[in-house]
DNA sequence: GCCGTTTTCGGCCCGACTGTTTTCAGTCG
């Protein structure tokens, strides 16, 4: 993932650069590449160290042409082509990146009055250079001054824990309103991705006009960007977008998967209905004129020769493939989550006590719960020396005769440079869960790495490895390991790989949770919670691993206490 | 530039909203 989003957003200037001389398709396979790659999860320059020119063009999207580009970047670091084309259109990147502004504006201001940055842009709206310009006047000058203005105030992704939750308060409110039946969040929420760009709505309604002015006004609402007969696009007091879509009954299957998208999942979906000879859009999959499906999203993937695809699915990643030979995953559910085995209390950097952790479990109808607090070297997470680490044991032994759950005592031990654990074996051989995580030293040279995390692996009491990656969403990338080491090492020794459900780790990621599957690597989902609301995001932790083709069988905290009790001893043996 | 259980050439998703149009192009989802 290092390089991912980089690469991925100098592919989509080059597809604007093609957009201004008027190379639309060009422009398209450009634009789908930078998305494939920012979708891509593996790191590309790790995919063609391993698999050279043959693997980057053996991703769906991506030809000669593009892997060349590639090539041409991981080698050199550079792209002659792009930087030829910054030097024609100064200034245009910036320029796009203003609501409002497309290529065609972008060229006329860039080649009528010689606009170079967003200064100039700033200046000539001031200066009313812009209303008399072909195509533009008095309303598109001020809209871009005021684009220029949102530009400076937008903030970047937001976290899917963070915007699932102001989703499902706008969702109440729009619920409120009695023209409005149906209501369903979509968009990248219901496809459960870890960052989300804005909230997306889809309703029915009754009086689809005054639903939407409902919509526009609701006091969350800061300014209206657009607003239709059918859907409007607003700017929220928290500094995300929000889109409502209204649609009628008949069509609310198709409306609903077309707002879930992901994008590249509808084109090629409707490029398949097509293909067979129909018309599919958010109205319905069409013969003719006659609708053929459209109420259910089962009906049009049915209708197109396909299984029912799961929102967390719809990647265009092979999802189609699988739908049309009829092998898709069972996804695993909330309802199959047993226990949560990564929590801390105030015994370390947690602010629940150990009883009011176990307590908020048991009230989730988990049959077991392992309480992992810090080890020693984890200083500024108060973690738990030998003998504080004794004492503890001594509170969850005393707290399980109270209380009808399972309460397992874990820690989550350091993994130090040298790969070995923060605590001697006679005292890891005292604990049920183990969960080894590395906290420190992120910055050593791939081999390093990969060998300290599998010396940590072939510690008999680890149970599961912690946050894999060590990313931290908006702030820093995972450290450098080779996965396809790190499944082998965990899948020989039987240890689990943690999916870390905090709103901000979502580690390990999607597509690493599908290479693991493939590689026969048992997976884990734990909430790492440092309080009983945070043991909540266990649906976060759920919704990444279903993005990860995951089913029951291969996430641990699945079992039930007893099958799990047998895993552990297994281990251990 | 990419792609192919009807194709290696000729297609490439489809529709809403807006401002500037005098019939629709540009932008966005
Ligand atoms: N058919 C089609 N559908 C689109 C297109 N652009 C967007 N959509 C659909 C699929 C998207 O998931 C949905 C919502 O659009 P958004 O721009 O909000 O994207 P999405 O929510 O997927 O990601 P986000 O996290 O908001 O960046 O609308 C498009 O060009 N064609
Ligand atoms: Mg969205
Ligand atoms: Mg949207
Ligand atoms: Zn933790």
Partial sequence: ??????????????????????????????????????????????????????????????????????????NTGKIKELLAMRKKYPGIADMLRVQ?????????????????????????????????????????????????????????????????????????????????????????????????????????????KEAITYFTSLPEVTRVITKGNSKASVILNIGMNADLRVIDKKSWGAALQYFTGNKDHNVALRQLAIKKGYKLSEYGLFKGTLRIAGTSEKEIYAALGLAYIEPELRTHTGELEHAKNNTLPTLITQNDIKGDLHMHTTWSDGIASSEEMIRACMKKRYQYLAITDHSPSQRLANGLDKKQLLEHLKELRTLQKKYNIQVLFGSEVDILADGQLDYPDELLAQLDVVVASVHTRFKMSKTEMTKRICTALQNKYVTILGHPTGRLLKERKGYDVDFDKVFDCAKKQGVAIEINAQPQRMDITDSLIRRAIAQGVMLCITTDAHSTEQLNTMELGVGLARRGWAEKKNILNTKTWKSLEKYIKRRRQ
């Fill in 100 to 208: 409002g502004i497309g290529p065609k504006h972008a060229k006329v201001l860039h080649t009528t009055l010689k606009i170079r940055s967003l200064e100039d842009l700033k200046k000539a709206a001031k200066n009313h250079k812009i209303r008399a310009l072909q195509g533009f006047g008095e309303k598109s000058e001020q809209d871009i001054l005021e684009g220029i203005t949102l530009l400076e105030q937008t903030k970047g992704r937001q976290l899917l824990g963070v915007a699932l939750g102001y989703a499902r308060e706008i969702k109440a409110s729009l619920q409120q309103h009695p023209s409005i039946q149906k209501v369903q969040i979509s968009g990248s929420l219901r496809r459960r991705k870890e960052t989300i760009g804005d909230l997306d709505f889809l309703i029915t309604s009754t009086h689809p």
């Fill in 1 to 74: 993932m290092s390089k991912n989003a980089a690469i991925a957003e100098l592919l989509e200037e080059m597809a604007n650069y093609y957009d201004l001389d008027e190379e639309i398709w060009k422009q398209r396979a450009y634009a789908k590449a930078a998305r494939i790659i920012s979708g891509l999860g593996q790191d590309i320059e790790e995919l063609y160290e391993q698999g050279g020119t043959k693997a980057l063009i053996a991703l769906q999207g991506i030809g000669k042409g593009i892997a060349e580009t590639l090539q041409e970047y991981l």
